[in-house]
């Protein structure tokens, strides 16, 4: 059974930073792309990152791009996304997800975690 736990979210002030754990187990991890999205209630779930299954290539939403960092241990079953310069308008549930390939969009992916809730204080 797929599973994708994440963890490493709470609440952090505006310019904070905090980093993401997704582990993952029921599939063969290494051979997968996995991803982050995230949500805001009432609103489309949206892309962040994602990284192919050696860590070699990574695709960043634009909003994003030179502030997180995702990566990625094989040997740990376990993706990250290390967020920085954190801003109030990304508080948001965020996901991980397991994919077959280096993509933003959404039904790409066939895993799902619960996901962790980053609240970004002003």
């Known amino acids: 059974q797929v599973q994708l736990v994440e963890s490493g979210g709470g609440l952090v002030q505006a310019g904070g930073s905090l980093r993401l754990s997704c582990e993952a187990s029921g599939f063969t991890f290494s051979t997968y792309a996995m991803g982050w999205f995230r949500q805001v209630p009432g609103k489309e779930r949206e892309f962040v990152a994602a990284?192919?299954?050696?860590?070699?290539?990574?695709l960043y939403a634009d909003s994003v791009k030179g502030r997180f960092t995702i990566s990625r241990d094989n040997a740990k079953n376990t993706v990250y996304l290390q967020m920085n310069s954190l801003k109030p308008e990304e508080t948001a549930v965020y996901y991980c997800?397991?994919?077959?390939?280096?993509?933003?969009?959404?039904?790409?992916?066939w895993g799902w975690g619960q996901g962790t809730q980053v609240t970004v204080s002003s």
């Open positions: 990284i192919t299954w050696g860590g070699g290539r990574t």
């Open positions: 997800a397991a994919g077959g390939d280096l993509t933003a969009v959404e039904g790409d992916y």
